[in-house]
């Protein structure tokens, strides 16, 4: 393996591990095809919406998920690339 394909591999994978971040991507996942807001997530796990914002803001640095703007409110949806690989992680 290549080092910058290394590095890149390195980078996915320190995104995701993580076990609320995993939590995120299930339900994202769950969520599929629309994609889900942050009030959503933060209505199903123990957690802040500044804590989730952060845990989002890391999958979405590293190209994990996708955020779109909908007026006021922000849609994250698994990358294309990703929701296939992000499936058998989380079987």
Request: glycine share 6%; charged share 20%.
């Given at each position: 393996?290549?080092r910058?394909?290394?590095e890149?591999?390195?980078?996915?994978?320190?995104?995701?591990?993580d076990?609320?971040?995993l939590?995120?991507l299930?339900?994202?996942?769950?969520?599929?095809?629309g994609?889900?807001?942050?009030?959503?997530?933060?209505?199903?796990?123990?957690?802040?919406?500044?804590?989730?914002?952060?845990?989002?803001?890391?999958l979405?640095d590293?190209a994990?998920?996708t955020?779109?703007?909908e007026?006021r409110?922000v849609?994250?949806?698994?990358?294309?690339?990703f929701?296939?690989?992000?499936s058998?992680i989380?079987r």
């Amino acid at each position: 393996m290549a080092r910058n394909s290394a590095e890149a591999l390195a980078r996915i994978l320190k995104a995701i591990a993580d076990p609320t971040r995993l939590q995120l991507l299930s339900m994202i996942l769950g969520h599929e095809p629309g994609g889900v807001t942050v009030g959503d997530l933060v209505s199903q796990l123990a957690f802040q919406q500044p804590t989730i914002s952060h845990h989002l803001k890391i999958l979405h640095d590293a190209a994990i998920v996708t955020r779109r703007q909908e007026g006021r409110t922000v849609i994250y949806t698994l990358a294309e690339d990703f929701r296939g690989p992000v499936s058998d992680i989380l079987r």
